[in-house]
């Protein structure tokens, strides 16, 4: 009962001072709604990137050719070494990972992977029939390749494994640059004809044998500038015009029976390839995944919202700082209230638990203010960054929980200066 009157007259006395009250909750809403907006956008963006990743495989290794980042790298060629200088350089054909290093990969790992996935390009390109065009970006693959792409046809077949092994000339179309060569969305049409691809000064004559629905949730340009697309061939088709050996990168699939941690598998997959090129001293093969990806940008997330989370807890601060002083302020004008309870039998206990309760309602009030902003504000952020807003529960309890401590640890002092007031002299305040 006590407790509940207690709240009653913090509320009046909260409601008697809006404008001061609201001035004194200032630094708890602009704190809290600060933590909670950047706790939303944070988990808002992990939780996009968990998804990409899952959808692209989180358990997937990449396996490519890096510059090494030891210092004999930079004195490899010219035998001099300066510090903190580093010369940028890329692999070349020569430092490729070879087809007899997956092949010896596959053989000893054999039980460990599902599939590898191997591309290559042949770049950008211009597909013209009858003075329509369209802009494509032509890769290869092989079975693994298109396996990993889960392509929905709306017209034709997949390119066959035969096909892929033959390094036949047929591709995969998307429906949007059938719609812009044939004026037709009867992607039928577009089946076994033959194309030809311009890049550069290069001609690449390709039958289609499918049309793939392009997913609409790729960028668009605005303006009229023409979307590119995907155009899908065979890897051996591609690596027979380039006449490039090797890759620069490639990704293992993991085998869903094995039980070895991503870690662990990376590891054994680094020791193999370093046999290849301990004798190289420009370039190693490096491994990464996915799940390693989204631990890295969880943390460094993480970081930064702890650190911007810093920064609001000084906007905390300086509330808790003003809320002891309004305190102060309201004791002092309440001399004679304190005094004449006292004299009618108020103990020092019930006088100080009443200020008390008031600095806690004013930092409840304005955490609870600060948390609808933090999340609005925060959902708003999340849906510009165009990901699902996810704001955090547990932000949200804790900062109801920090709301109240600061409350109470910055109203506990003019409390107690009110508890320890000499009724007498109280009475007698003007």
């Known amino acids: 009962m006590l407790l509940g009157e207690n709240i009653l007259m913090a509320l009046a006395a909260i409601r008697s001072n809006k404008l001061r009250s609201f001035l004194t909750m200032l630094g708890i809403i602009i704190g809290i709604s600060a933590v909670i907006a950047i706790q939303t956008v944070g988990n808002s963006l992990t939780a996009s990137f968990s998804d990409t990743m899952t959808s692209l495989g989180a358990s997937n290794i990449m396996v490519g050719v890096t510059q090494r980042?030891?210092?004999?790298?930079?004195?490899?060629?010219?035998?001099?070494?300066?510090?903190?200088?580093?010369?940028?350089?890329?692999?070349?054909?020569?430092?490729?990972i070879k087809d007899d290093m997956i092949e010896d990969f596959e053989r000893e790992f054999s039980q460990d992977i599902e599939y590898i996935i191997e591309s290559a390009g042949l770049g950008n390109g211009t597909?013209?029939?009858?003075?329509?065009?369209?802009?494509?970006?032509?890769?290869?693959?092989?079975?693994?390749?298109?396996?990993?792409?889960?392509?929905?046809?709306?017209?034709?077949?997949?390119?066959?494994?035969?096909?892929?092994?033959?390094?036949?000339?047929?591709?995969?179309?998307?429906?949007?640059?059938?719609?812009?060569?044939?004026?037709?969305?009867?992607?039928?049409?577009?089946?076994?004809?033959?194309?030809?691809?311009?890049?550069?000064?290069?001609?690449y004559d390709l039958t289609i044998v499918g049309v793939y629905k392009l997913n609409d949730s790729g960028m668009l340009f605005g303006g009229n500038t023409e979307r590119q697309t995907d155009l899908y061939t065979t890897l051996k088709y591609v690596k027979s015009k380039?006449?490039?050996?090797?890759?620069?990168?490639?990704?293992?699939?993991?085998?869903?029976?094995?039980?070895?941690?991503?870690?662990?598998f990376r590891s054994r997959i680094q020791i193999f390839f370093d046999k290849y090129y301990h004798t190289n001293r420009l370039f190693e093969v490096t491994t990464s995944s996915y799940e390693s990806m989204l631990e890295q940008m969880t943390s460094m997330l993480g970081s930064i919202s702890l650190a911007i989370s810093i920064i609001a807890g000084i906007a905390l601060l300086v509330g808790g700082i003003g809320v002891m002083n309004i305190m102060l302020v309201s004791i002092s004008e309440r001399t004679r209230e304190i005094g004449i309870r006292k004299a009618l039998g108020a103990t020092n206990g019930s006088i100080r638990l009443q200020f008390i309760i008031e600095a806690m309602m004013l930092c409840i009030i304005g955490g609870l203010i600060g948390i609808i902003i933090g999340v609005i504000g925060g959902s708003v952020a999340a849906g510009a960054m165009d990901v699902t807003a996810k704001a955090s529960g547990s932000s949200i309890v804790l900062s109801v929980g920090f709301s109240?401590?600061?409350?109470?640890?910055?109203?506990?002092?003019?409390?107690?200066?009110?508890?320890?007031?000499?009724?007498?002299d109280a009475l007698t305040y003007e």
């Open 69 to 96: 980042s030891d210092k004999d790298t930079e004195g490899a060629e010219s035998g001099l070494v300066f510090e903190g200088y580093r010369n940028e350089r890329t692999p070349g054909e020569k430092d490729y």
């Open 242 to 264: 380039t006449h490039i050996d090797g890759y620069p990168s490639f990704t293992v699939v993991k085998s869903s029976a094995s039980t070895e941690s991503s870690n662990d």
């Open 127 to 203: 597909v013209g029939i009858e003075g329509n065009s369209a802009k494509v970006v032509v890769s290869g693959g092989n079975e693994g390749y298109f396996r990993s792409l889960d392509l929905e046809l709306v017209a034709g077949r997949e390119i066959g494994d035969k096909a892929i092994e033959g390094g036949k000339a047929v591709c995969l179309i998307s429906d949007y640059a059938v719609g812009k060569l044939y004026n037709t969305e009867d992607y039928e049409k577009a089946v076994g004809q033959c194309i030809e691809v311009v890049s550069g000064q290069k001609f």
């Open 404 to 424: 109240m401590a600061i409350g109470l640890f910055f109203g506990y002092y003019p409390a107690n200066k009110a508890a320890k007031m000499n009724p007498i």
